[in-house]
T-cell receptor, first 110, second 115 residues
């Protein structure tokens, strides 16, 4: 399975963009990059996913490098409610479960 | 937005007792999962379930655990004889399909405390 590496923690000022990096240098050609987050002790929440192209939805943007070895999740205007643990996950083959790592704890402060 | 519902939100039990955690997945979803998270640790995969059988399970999911979809709506996790180390938050999740680009929807969890 492709493994991911994320910084354990990051800080961001409220209203600024939060850029969360993820390294997945062993990713295979058909593996997707997923981002989930977990606010306090709630259930993980899906944010966004992508294969090759950059993706944007109402929550965030996902930038994947051309060689697909790394990606960045961008929260364009972070709020206090975005304080959470953010997980970058590379999906395994279809029919297998998502496996969570330790993620990045993002702290947004005013 | 449709959501995965889990009951109870908190469950306290004595060591050695059986517990059943209940989940109602999103209605048109076909794939179901249980995860758990011990306090301060990462979210761990337990088991996935499709078409009334287990698709995949982790090393954690031993003979003490079982899953069932007793009717068309509920998905349950049973722990036969609870141990202190089973104390954790248990999350149910569901997905519509099981493709490499499918997203999972998680419930808010059941906090299990084994005394």
């Amino acid at each position: 399975d492709a493994k991911t590496t994320q910084p354990p923690s990051m800080d961001c000022a409220e209203g600024r963009a939060a850029n969360l990096p993820c390294n997945h240098s062993t990713i295979s050609g058909n593996e997707y990059v997923y981002w989930y987050r977990q606010i306090h002790s709630q259930g993980p929440q899906y944010i966004i996913h992508g294969l090759k192209n950059n993706e944007t939805n109402e929550m965030a943007s996902l930038i994947i490098t051309e060689d697909r070895k790394s990606s960045t999740l961008i929260l364009p205007h972070a709020t206090l409610r975005d304080t959470a643990v953010y997980y970058c996950i590379v999906s395994r083959q279809a029919g297998t479960a998502l496996i969570f790592g330790k993620g990045t704890t993002l702290s947004v402060s005013s | 937005e449709p959501e995965v519902t889990q009951t109870p939100s908190h469950q306290v039990t004595q060591m050695g007792q059986e517990v059943i955690l209940r989940c109602v997945p999103i209605s048109n979803h076909l794939y179901f999962y249980w995860y758990r998270q011990i306090l301060g640790q990462k979210v761990e995969f337990l088991v996935s379930f499709y078409n009334n059988e287990i698709s995949e399970k982790s090393e954690i999911f031993d003979d003490q655990f079982s899953v069932e979809r007793p009717d068309g709506s509920n998905f349950t996790l049973k722990i036969r004889s609870t141990k202190l180390e089973d104390s954790a938050m248990y999350f149910c999740a569901s997905s519509e399909r099981q493709r490499t680009n499918e997203k999972l929807f998680f419930g808010s969890g059941t906090q299990l405390s084994v005394l």
